[in-house]
């Protein structure tokens, strides 16, 4: 397939570099450069050398002085100031006749991987302005996110344990996340997400309140309603209740119809306050008084 520079698409991306392999030094800068191309960011600046201009670069140094021993200049893979470090490697396939980082999917390759992230541990702690994310990612294959916002070097896997690697088939669903890496990475901060939504709840929530009142609901009773569909969804998501418990309520009883909200919440609640059997599962007793 033909390829022309900068007119890389996410699939002629995946398709040209999935069949690469065992090759990290020959691959890295190409495969990064191409990779901007195709999330639609601009390509690092040259390298000068100088680290305070060295700002989004390939190769940035990082000095390191370990205890006793003279010091030494590291080569970050691909660095941009304020925004991310990444260290590269390539892996092989099984049946490949080289063997590059490790065969992928092997013990070995596990412990490569995560040594490179304690190497790109390694040099954010030569930069004063430590970067929200550290990256690393087997090129051609898959990516690890891992990432602070606190200012402090406890750096977690991103969004959690369980996905932070995604592979390069996975692209396209991820597009949105590696752009905000390179152009905004704070804005990926669970923290700042979790106060935007909980605001735009508490504004409908508080619309709805209001709605309530005006037809003729007493204030007692729209914040004792509004109370218990609240604990119902924290205890559907914390797994107190069955999965999907409300929600199914919800979506297959009372909005096809919602005649029948008030007799079938009425009934779910009964059962929370007393426990017993729900056609999702059995409840709990919640006791306190809430749904008394």
């Known amino acids: 397939m033909a390829y022309h520079a900068r007119a890389m698409t996410l699939e002629t991306f995946i398709e040209r570099w999935s069949k690469s392999g065992a090759a990290e030094r020959a691959n890295k800068d190409q ?5 901007c191309d195709a999330i639609k960011v601009k390509r690092p600046d040259p390298t000068t050398g100088d680290p305070a201009r060295d700002l989004y670069v390939f190769e940035r140094d990082a000095v390191q002085v370990a205890e006793g021993q003279k010091q030494s200049i590291g080569k970050i893979d691909l660095y941009k100031d304020g925004c991310f470090l990444l260290e590269a490697k390539q892996g092989s396939e099984a049946g490949s ?46 990516f690890d996110l891992y990432a602070t916002f606190d200012g402090s070097w406890d750096y977690r896997a991103f969004p959690n344990a ?71 969804m924290f205890a559907e998501d914390v797994g107190l209740l069955p999965e999907r418990t409300f929600v199914k309520l919800l979506e297959d009883e009372c909005i096809p ?36």
């Open 257 to 292: 119809n919602p005649a029948k909200f008030p007799v079938q919440v009425m009934n779910l609640w009964a059962a929370m306050n007393e426990g017993g059997f729900w056609p999702t599962g059995k409840l709990l007793r919640f006791n306190g008084g809430l749904f008394a």
């Open 97 to 142: 006749p080289k063997l590059g980082t490790a065969k992928r999917g092997t013990a070995a390759w596990n412990v490569a991987m995560r040594d490179a992230f304690g190497q790109a541990l390694g040099y954010a702690r030569t930069i004063e302005r430590r970067p929200p994310f550290l990256l690393t990612c087997d090129i051609g294959y898959c």
């Open 162 to 232: 369980q996905t932070n690697r995604f592979f390069l088939r996975d692209l396209p669903a991820q597009r949105d996340t590696l752009r905000a890496i390179f152009l905004e990475p704070h804005a990926l901060d669970p923290a700042r997400r979790a106060a935007k939504v909980t605001c735009e709840v508490a504004g409908h929530i508080a619309e709805l309140a209001r709605e309530l009142e005006e037809a003729g609901n007493g204030s007692e009773t729209v914040a004792a309603f509004l109370m218990r569909c609240l604990f119902t």
């Open 31 to 35: 495969f990064l450069a191409e990779l």
